[in-house]
């Protein structure tokens, strides 16, 4: 399916319309395949330890098909979260961000399904797991 | 179940030992059936629209079933979120805390799971359903 | 929300529609509030060891949601499975029904989410816990 | 991490301790990246209009982790299922075989994580995705 935004358009429209997250991610990369998104891992993601939290790898998991959404189905698309399964497999490493590697699933007229895979930063050892449903609402 | 914590115990422990948590909950009720528990909604945990976040949701889920299972265990006890459904029904009212009203399924050795339900707070509508699976390393 | 079936009615409807489960689920009983459900343990539900199988509690919990929105929405509705949460939490005791108390968190325009709880007749200890969600397509 | 079955044991073994799958499932194949297994769709795993129904679904998904569990730790394993997500994304097609590439995220001393994604025979269109999580008791 062709992309309605590229890379540079769909990181500035995310930070128009969703402020409080364009502190907390960045695109790495979009392509028809799929979407890698970053956690700019900071202090206020940690818990004692210095173990990325679980809401910010939701928050991660969340935003990374949301993206994807966006950049299929354009500006106008109102998508909402319905369901969410997460699995936490590994602790991350301690102060490095958190890659988010997310494919679509299913993109269909009123759900989409969307797969997210984790890594600490420079590891290929998952480190969580999340599919994510959205609702698609009928355009108005 | 005896509980190795009454709210007040359990809300100073949390403190100390979850510091970056003090400001986002508190703990309105905690007894052999379960505990309630409720975020103070501010700026930060808000969507545009003035929706509260799925991250908070997650984070408020995840809170409560940590705190049942500390209620029980006692201050030794480790616990690690390795699962976690979450459904959202409703958008919760703008401007009012959540509340979320959780119990224990199962506290086995290994594994506990906890299930939560969580509303706008003066609303018994349900505005998002978790269950959270924590797993419990032994005691060393 | 008013029933569009009773018990009856609703038993009979399924047997018509659902020829498969007519010898494998009862209808213990239906209200408003919820539905209750039975598998009819019988050798073909069992593994190893007389506990009832994984598939057959997904199916008990799954034709339990569907029953239940049937009954909201009567026999023109249609409503396919699409995401389903499911914690096993005890071993189902060897040699008897499983039963299953479901009630509908939600019942949108598009999607009806359903909760089920699940335990060996007899006894109040939770064996399973599921959450179903149905995508209801639109009337043609 | 080494193989404790090859296909052909593997296949012996679960028609040994698991003989209820035995007409139900078969091993495509089996290596250290993941295994491959199909339902043996017959008359008894289909719902009105020839589709296959959403406990065989389940079912394959769950004995492909199984599988996959006992292959890397062998006979005197033992695996219980504790939670299962599953997303429903297309109906399955008519007459045909479903196959379930399943990998394992997670190998741990107390718990196992397995990926599965569903299939039509000779079709790359999803039609199911599950993640199965199982409990390893400590050998006695």
């Known amino acids: ?6 890379r540079d358009e769909l990181t500035a429209y995310l930070a128009e319309v969703f402020p409080q997250v364009r502190e907390d991610f960045a695109i790495d990369a979009l392509d028809e395949g799929g979407i890698t998104m970053r956690l700019l891992t900071a202090e206020r993601h940690l818990r004692p330890g210095g173990t990325v939290s679980g809401p910010s790898m939701f928050a991660l998991a969340d935003v990374s098909v949301y993206a994807l959404v966006l950049s299929r189905l354009g500006p106008k698309a109102l998508a909402v979260t319905t369901n969410c399964s997460l699995d936490f497999m590994r602790k991350p490493q301690a102060g490095v961000d958190v890659v988010a590697k997310a494919k679509l699933l299913k993109l269909g007229r009123s759900l989409a399904v969307g797969d997210v895979h984790m890594f600490s ?6 480190v969580a797991r999340s599919t994510m449903t959205y609702s698609i609402p009928p355009e108005r």
Do not use: N
Not at 1 to 6: I, K, N
Not at 121 to 126: A, E, R
């Open 1 to 6: 399916m062709a992309l309605a935004f590229d």
């Open 121 to 126: 930063q420079g590891s290929d050892k998952l």
